[in-house]
């Protein structure tokens, strides 16, 4: 199978707040992102919750999780692209992770710029507008559930559907 390793490649997620336009670059990312395009191809991220809502400190919607806990995935993982030190400044897309070479099919949402450690891939940027949907889904909060002080948005973000953008 040929993966492409040059180029970006654009994205719409559609969910029910609205859409988020994501622009992948593979020249950074090449592996996330063909496995991003080939999780999409099978429809992996259809009607699946934003599960996680960091309001404090950072400021991450994370999504990609088919369970909706924190805990599910593709069930594969895959080696970080990390290539140095990394801002996480707002409009930034990272994957999730569990530790170093963990990257499955979690992904966070920066909607307003994150001091975080260089750990997590950075694969795709969203625009101006995507990143006010995602602020207006955090601008309700979220409900505390998880131990870390994190939750649920309290306004929830449901993915519908992502497909490639013409």
Same mark, same amino acid.
């Given at each position: 199978?040929?993966?492409? =390793?040059? +180029?970006?490649?654009?994205?719409?997620? =559609?969910?029910?707040? +609205?859409?988020?336009?994501?622009? *992948?670059?593979?020249?950074?990312?090449?592996?996330?992102?063909?496995? @991003?395009?080939?999780?999409? /191809?099978?429809?992996?991220?259809?009607?699946?919750?934003?599960?996680?809502?960091?309001?404090?400190?950072? @400021?991450?919607?994370?999504?990609?999780?088919?369970?909706?806990?924190?805990?599910?995935?593709?069930?594969?993982?895959? $080696?970080?692209? #990390?290539?140095?030190?990394?801002?996480?400044?707002?409009?930034?897309? $990272?994957?999730?992770? !569990?530790?170093?070479?963990?990257?499955?099919?979690? @992904?966070? #949402?920066?909607?307003?710029? !994150?001091? #975080?450690?260089?750990?997590?891939?950075?694969?795709?940027?969203?625009?101006?507008?995507?990143?006010?949907?995602?602020?207006?889904?955090? $601008?309700?909060?979220?409900?505390? !559930?998880?131990?870390?002080?994190?939750? /649920?948005?309290?306004?929830?973000?449901?993915?519908?559907?992502?497909? *490639? /953008?013409?």
């Amino acid at each position: 199978n040929d993966v492409r =390793t040059t +180029g970006e490649v654009a994205y719409t997620i =559609t969910t029910n707040q +609205g859409p988020i336009t994501m622009t *992948l670059n593979r020249d950074a990312a090449p592996c996330t992102v063909h496995s @991003f395009e080939a999780l999409v /191809k099978q429809d992996f991220f259809d009607n699946t919750q934003c599960h996680r809502l960091v309001d404090s400190g950072i @400021f991450v919607l994370q999504c990609g999780d088919p369970t909706g806990t924190g805990r599910g995935g593709p069930g594969y993982r895959f $080696a970080d692209e #990390l290539g140095g030190t990394h801002n996480y400044p707002g409009g930034t897309v $990272a994957m999730a992770n !569990s530790g170093p070479d963990t990257n499955g099919s979690q @992904f966070f #949402l920066v909607y307003d710029g !994150s001091e #975080l450690p260089p750990n997590y891939t950075v694969f795709a940027t969203m625009d101006e507008e995507s990143r006010g949907v995602v602020a207006r889904i955090a $601008a309700e909060g979220q409900d505390g !559930s998880n131990p870390d002080g994190t939750g /649920k948005p309290n306004n929830e973000a449901r993915i519908i559907d992502v497909t *490639l /953008k013409p």
